[in-house]
Each structure stands twice: as structure tokens, then as C-alpha cells.
């Protein structure tokens, strides 16, 4: 038994570490500046995002970091949401508008 | 222009190092404290509110900051002891606490171990983390009076006429817990529960607030029209940031990350979306894909700007003629 299992694929501790293998990550602002981050697939993106906002000088609020067009939850990982090796992540600005009567 | 700047994160590091042995800057504040002196997560807004919290020391307090940061170590040990002094002593002032976090790293690298309450002349000596501590006791504080503020908007007279939001607004603070995030279902967003606020002031609003408003009109008019998502489909604010964005770059910009055919230009439908123009002002835009109208729609009643013109008309051109091509190879 042990040893069919064994020959259909990576062992418990390979499959671990290949789950958690770093990935390139590009992170492009709107003026098409471009960082590019190595994370590991199981490490929140809140970590990239914070060494992003320290990088630039802004506090991490008022940054928008999209995936696929959606912001990133504080929560996710590149495992999480998927992500592939050289994927991209957008950053923007936060915008504020209004009208004083 | 693009940057060839690249930054290699070492991720592997611990989030906690609350111990003055190994040579990295404690930052991280004990879990026993943050539990003991910050408010329970799942308090609700109103109970948030009036939690007691470390109070400001005066404006003229000690502005020194050479005073604040000492080489030798952290001289109390115990919880009991730690918690004595939090809880009893004032904060910085909250300019002394932002020279003081700026300052805090090179302190650190010219031999500092330790802090002291030196605007209170105390002279028990605190691990680098009392320093988050200040911060995040000073960022709790900041919502407090902001929500403070909320509670007097929702008081105020303006509202008599009809009050009903106003009741409808103070019945979910006193049912939403302070630390919560709120997800903008179908917009890709969410906002945190202390954001809020914006909503009962005069403040101005940013992307999520706007798409918290789309997230709720949206959902209004699916109950009353379901076939509507067939005729319209609506983006959220970041959307035509990321149009303008992918315009200016349209050199270089892969086909595969078409913001426009992303979409779904091709579906016979009304994309809608919020711009903001001139730095400062929300307006609404609609596009009919089959036809090619762009609808604007300013409260300023002033005309759509050049540049996002431009933009617009520049990508759906793009996006339509990719889409047919993509259409005749395939068909």
C-alpha cells in the first residue's frame, strides 16, 4: 500500500515544499512602474504589501493592490488566489472625490 | 516609463519577536497586553466607542526625543508589572510618537535597547515594542473620535425632517463589531467596519466607499429587476483607473491583460463605471458596447475630460477590433 502511494506522486513532505515554493510576483503601479517581489505561495500577500508601501514612502491604506481587478484581502496568499509564477499584481493610489455645498 | 527596480522579500521571517535576544527590533506587542489593555475584536461600535483607552499626555510635554530612548535593557519583566505602567501612564503627545517611530531604527543601530515614558519622568525602561503599543492605542483613539463625530452628524437637527437612516445607521454600530471588514459582494472590495464613519460626515469618499454605494444600489434594483445584470454590467472604481493605466502603457501592454476585453466587450451589454476626473470629483460613466455610445454623466454638469476621452474611445476601438479578429480565427 505504502509503496503504491508512493510512486503516484511526491511525498507528504515534497508536495509541502513545492506547495510553499517561492513565485515571482510583479507588482506594476499605474504609472507602469514595476517591483518585483519573490514570495513564498503560503505567505499572506499583507507582508508583500506592507514591504511595497514602505518602499514607495505611503502608508499601506491608501494603497489599492488589485488582482485580476479585485483588491487583495488582507488574508490571501499567491495559494489562495491562485496565483502563477511572474503573475502581476496592480497597485493604485487610493482616490477620494466629493462636493462642498 | 518602466523600472528595473527588483526587490527580493525574505518572507520566511517569524511575525513576532517580542524578545530582546536575537539582534532584530521587537515591534511586535505581547498578545497578554493587546489582549488586556486593547478592546475585545468583537465589541460592537457603540460599546467600541466609550472604551476606556491610555489618555494623551499634554501638547508641551517633554518634546526631547534623545530623552525617550535608552541603551540599556528593558528593566520590567512581569506582565503584572508591564501592565501597571500601560495602563496607568499617558501617551506621548501624538507628534512625539510619529518623530519617535521614524526615529526608532536608527536608535536601535546606535545601541538603544530600550524606551522610557519621558514625558511622564518615568523611568521604567519598555522593549522597542512600546512603541507599537503608543501607535496602535493612538490609532484607536483616532477612531474613537471619529466616531464620536459620526454620532453628533447623526444628531444633529438636518436629520429631524427624516431621521430614518439616521436610526437605520445607529442600529448596525450597535450591532457591527469595531474590527470587522465588510465585503462588497460582486465588486471585488471590501472596507473595514471603522470606515464606515465617512458615511454619517461630510467627508469625502474614496474607491471602496463609492463601491460600498454600487455594491447596495446594485443589489436595490437586482431585486426589483433580476434580467438587469443582462443589460448592464457594472465595474468597480477601480476599473477605469485601470483602462487609463493600461491606455498609457499601450505600448507595452499585453494583449492578455485587456482591461476592456476582461470585461466582456464583446456581450451585448452597458458597461457601467465611476471615474475620477480632476483629482477630486466622482463621476459616472456607461458605454454601450454594441453601439459605441458613451454616456457621461458629471453633477458638476462640466464636459468629460480630453484625456479620458481619448482613453475610452482609444480602447474600445482596440478591444472591438481584437475581438473580431479573435472572432474570424476562431470562426
Not at chain 1, 517581489?37 to 499583507?46: A, E, G, H, V, Y
Not at chain 2, 463625530?149 to 442600529?171: G, K, M, N, V, Y
Not at chain 2, 471585488?188 to 461630510?202: H, I
Not at chain 2, 458605454?287 to 480602447?315: F, R
Request: aromatic residues 10%.
Amino acid at each position: 500500500m505504502t509503496e503504491v502511494d508512493s510512486t503516484l506522486g511526491p511525498s507528504q513532505n515534497e508536495v509541502k515544499t513545492e506547495e510553499n515554493a517561492p513565485i515571482n510576483v510583479k507588482v506594476v503601479s499605474s504609472t507602469g512602474d514595476e517591483v518585483f517581489f519573490k514570495i513564498k505561495r503560503n505567505t499572506k500577500l499583507s507582508k508583500l504589501q506592507g514591504a511595497y508601501a514602505a518602499k514607495v514612502g505611503k502608508d499601506v491604506s491608501s494603497i489599492r493592490f488589485l488582482y485580476d481587478g479585485n483588491r487583495i484581502n488582507e488574508d490571501d496568499t499567491p495559494s489562495s488566489l491562485e496565483m502563477e509564477d511572474n503573475d502581476t499584481i496592480d497597485v493604485m493610489v487610493e482616490q477620494v472625490g466629493g462636493w462642498a455645498p | 516609463m518602466l523600472s528595473d527596480t527588483t526587490q527580493e522579500l525574505s518572507i520566511t521571517l517569524e511575525d513576532a519577536q517580542t524578545t530582546t535576544e536575537s539582534n532584530e527590533m521587537p515591534v511586535v506587542v505581547p498578545q497578554g497586553i493587546k489582549a488586556k489593555i486593547f478592546p475585545p475584536e468583537r465589541l460592537s461600535l457603540d460599546s467600541f466607542i466609550n472604551f476606556p483607552l491610555p489618555s494623551y499626555a499634554s501638547a508641551g510635554s517633554n518634546g526631547d526625543l534623545t530623552q525617550y530612548f535608552v541603551t540599556l535593557p528593558p528593566d520590567l519583566t512581569t506582565m503584572t508589572a508591564i501592565m501597571d505602567v500601560l495602563q496607568t501612564l499617558p501617551l506621548p503627545p501624538p507628534s512625539v510618537i510619529k518623530q519617535l517611530s521614524s526615529q526608532a531604527a536608527s536608535a536601535w543601530q546606535n545601541g538603544s535597547r530600550s524606551l522610557v515614558y519621558a514625558h511622564a519622568n518615568d523611568p521604567c525602561r519598555f522593549a522597542f515594542w512600546v512603541l507599537s503599543f503608543w501607535r496602535g492605542v493612538s490609532e484607536l483613539r483616532t477612531n474613537q473620535m471619529g466616531w464620536r463625530a459620526a454620532q453628533r452628524f447623526l444628531s444633529q437637527p438636518a436629520f429631524h425632517h427624516d431621521d430614518s437612516e439616521a436610526i437605520a445607521f445607529t442600529a448596525h454600530m450597535s450591532t457591527l463589531p469595531w474590527s470587522d471588514r465588510i465585503m462588497v459582494r460582486g465588486f471585488g472590495d471590501w472596507v473595514l467596519v471603522q470606515d464606515l464613519r465617512q458615511f454619517a460626515s461630510r467627508d469625502w469618499l474614496n474607491n471602496s466607499h463609492l463601491n460600498v454605494m454600487l455594491g447596495v444600489m446594485y443589489d436595490k434594483i437586482k431585486a426589483i429587476d433580476p434580467a438587469v445584470e443582462l443589460r448592464y454590467k457594472v465595474q468597480n472604481t477601480f476599473f477605469c483607473a485601470q483602462l487609463c493605466a493600461a491606455y498609457a502603457a499601450r505600448a507595452t501592454y499585453a494583449e492578455s491583460r485587456s482591461v476592456v476585453r476582461d470585461a466582456g466587450i464583446d456581450a451585448p451589454h452597458t458597461i457601467c463605471f465611476i471615474s475620477h476626473v480632476r483629482g477630486n470629483h466622482w463621476t459616472g460613466i456607461a458605454i454601450d458596447s454594441v453601439n459605441l455610445h458613451i454616456y457621461y454623466s458629471d453633477s458638476l454638469q462640466a464636459p468629460i475630460p480630453d484625456d479620458l476621452k481619448t482613453g475610452l474611445v482609444d480602447s474600445w476601438i482596440r478591444a472591438k477590433s481584437e475581438c473580431r479578429e479573435m472572432a474570424h480565427v476562431t470562426g
